[in-house]
């Protein structure tokens, strides 16, 4: 129940605070080892960022070299949730160091899978799959069958980046569901359900992504997940604008900019700032889009994320295009191309030519 915990927050951080001012560092790790999930599942993650921080010194005094690979792991994937990708990618890369030494398998596998997913985000697509490739054959050396079917969905997400490879990723997407249905793996399979409406999403077949983001809705408010929360109602957002409900689109991009700035996920508000824009187009309200999309514009270009940026200016493009503002229009078409070339980002191509005509 995290809302009984809401009034104790503040004394577990002084808790913490004490611990290490007293130099009792067993208390202080027994502290962030019980608030790991909570933590992560309230997106509290300024707090764990903090907490595990004292927690690496804590590990370090004790010459604890198991715990402080897991610190250091935790620690990747808080600063991951934030978009702090150099940061995340410089503790996983020590959590790995740490667990290699020790010959920790089910760590090594988990820091593989980890990196997978943050070189996967900065666009290193070659070294994404060489870390999920390592992951997953070491899940089958270990026989980890629960822990494999992360492998797999970090695969999936691999192959779903820029439409890479869209038949591979539903794949492997269905080869984890199987699995995660048969383990009370909350979280990955919370996050299955929500790559494969996406996927079906993509094939616009959108009562089957409907179906699946249900059960992701679901999924995600009985674990009380904020940042999947957050994900679901995004794409709900999407979906309602596929099917033509608008009002419903719009509430719910809103609701996701508002949850995503709690959790601080820079990336995501300026995703659903994008949606909103693409809502208020489909009902024909062109100045309100423009602002929507230049907001995201804004943070894409902040984050240096091009992806976006090159979204960004695709939907620019449309909006210019219908209010027939030549100059504006050529030039988004023009970044979005130029965005989409370096990137290789062949789907957005296709958008931009197709949408010139």
């Not at 099917?243 to 419903?248: F, G, V």
């Not at 208020?280 to 514009?297: K, P, T, V």
């Not at 296709?350 to 949408?355: H, S």
């Amino acid at each position: 129940d995290y809302a009984a915990l809401r009034p104790w927050w503040g004394n577990f951080m002084a808790g913490i605070r004490v611990a290490n001012r007293q130099e009792n560092w067993p208390l202080l790790l027994a502290y962030v080892k019980s608030l790991d999930e909570p933590w992560f599942r309230q997106a509290r993650f300024d707090e764990m960022r903090t907490a595990l921080q004292l927690a690496q010194g804590a590990a370090e005094k004790l010459d604890d070299q198991e715990t402080l690979a897991w610190v250091l792991l935790r620690s990747g994937a808080a600063a991951f949730e934030q978009d702090d990708f150099d940061q995340a990618k410089f503790l996983t890369e020590e959590s790995l160091s740490v667990a290699f030494k020790l010959e920790v398998g089910e760590t090594i596998a988990k820091s593989q899978c980890q990196l997978g997913h943050i070189y996967n985000e900065l666009a290193e697509y070659e070294k994404a799959f060489e870390f999920f490739e390592q992951s997953e054959k070491l899940r089958e050396e270990l026989n980890d069958l629960a822990n494999l079917a992360e492998s797999y969905l970090g695969k999936a997400f691999f192959f779903r980046s820029f439409g890479l490879n869209q038949d591979k990723a539903l794949r492997y997407a269905l080869e984890a569901n199987k699995i995660l249905e048969n383990f009370d793996l909350g979280l990955k399979y919370l996050e299955n359900l929500r790559l494969l409406s996406s996927l079906y999403y993509d094939e616009r077949d959108f009562d089957l992504a409907s179906t699946f983001n249900s059960k992701a809705h679901e999924a995600s408010e009985r674990l009380g997940v904020t940042s999947e929360i957050a994900a679901v109602v995004y794409f709900s957002s999407a979906i309602d604008r596929q099917l033509s409900k608008y009002e419903s689109a719009a509430s719910h991009a809103k609701r996701a900019i508002d949850l995503f700035k709690r959790v601080g996920s820079l990336k995501w508000q300026a995703l659903s700032e994008l949606e909103l824009g693409r809502v208020q187009f489909s009902q024909r309200n062109y100045l309100e889009a423009i602002q929507w999309l230049e907001l995201s514009l804004q943070k894409f270009e902040l984050l240096d994320f091009k992806q976006g940026q090159a979204q960004s200016f695709f939907e620019l493009f449309r909006v210019n295009k219908a209010l027939n503002r030549t100059d504006k229009m050529e030039r988004s078409f023009d970044l979005a191309v130029q965005m989409a070339e370096e990137l290789n980002y062949q789907q957005m191509l296709d958008w931009l030519l197709e949408a010139k005509r």
